[in-house]
């Protein structure tokens, strides 16, 4: 059983949809990282949070650590959004650690 | 500012073949990382550093070895490279074992034929 859960695994939009990607995970965790990897193969962080909600441009990240879940949206959305975004949560196993879901590869028709 | 840097970006070996993936990063971490790519499974972590002088297995460690040279150098290497081993691999670092933003390297893609 994965840890971490991400839905959906692979998404199709069309330019200007408002997207979102789910995570969930079964682990107590007191924060929650948002990754995006590029075509190209690159990984960047995007959020990292443990409550509420964080903005940065037309990305909103949420987050409720009661129902242990997570969501990713992009409002807007544009062809280069498209990418695999990752979520990832620190776990305690020995030292303290990221495990991190299977990526949702979203690509955005124009 | 280079970031995270990690040499090489590609390698083909045969198997048997030894080899060391350097990485270094220059933000002055105390934790870091290696994982593996693979089609399909997500990102797995093969051994990380929480801090200078410490080195502990992650999900997939059999197969490789890690030397924290320093603060800034994690080295990763493979003493007898399996075609088992193909994948692409990460370098990753934080300022403090997954509990601020993870700052990742290029990727090496390597090939074991």
């Known amino acids: 059983k994965n840890e971490v859960e991400q839905s959906p695994q692979n998404l199709t939009a069309q330019e200007g949809e408002f997207i979102t990607i789910n995570c969930s995970y079964s682990?107590?965790?007191?924060?929650l990282h948002w990754l995006q990897q590029h075509p190209g193969g690159g990984i960047v962080s995007l959020f990292m949070?443990?409550?509420g909600k964080k903005k940065h441009g037309r990305l909103i990240a949420t987050i409720n650590i009661q129902e242990k879940h997570s969501s990713l949206h992009i409002t807007a959305s544009h062809p280069r959004d498209s990418a695999v975004y990752i979520c990832?949560?620190?776990?305690?196993?020995?030292?303290?650690?990221?495990?991190f879901g299977q990526g949702t590869r979203l690509t955005i028709n124009p | 500012n280079a970031g995270v840097t990690q040499t090489p970006k590609f390698q083909v070996l045969k198997t048997g073949q030894s080899m060391t993936l350097q990485c270094a990063q220059d933000?002055?971490?105390?934790?870091m990382y290696w994982y593996r790519q693979d089609p399909g499974m997500g990102l797995r972590l093969i051994y990380y550093?929480?801090?200078?002088?410490?080195?502990d297995k992650g999900e997939v460690p059999n197969g490789y070895n890690v030397s924290r040279l320093n603060k800034r150098e994690f080295s990763l290497r493979l003493e007898s490279a399996a075609p088992s081993q193909t994948s692409v691999y990460f370098c990753?670092?934080?300022?403090?074992?997954?509990?601020?933003?993870?700052?990742f390297g290029p990727g090496t893609r390597l090939t074991v034929l």
């Open positions: 990832a949560v620190p776990i305690i196993q020995g030292a303290q650690k990221l495990v």
């Open positions: 682990v107590g965790i007191s924060a």
């Open positions: 949070l443990s409550s």
């Open positions: 933000m002055n971490h105390n934790s």
């Open positions: 550093s929480a801090s200078e002088g410490t080195t």
């Open positions: 990753a670092s934080d300022r403090d074992r997954g509990m601020n933003e993870q700052f």
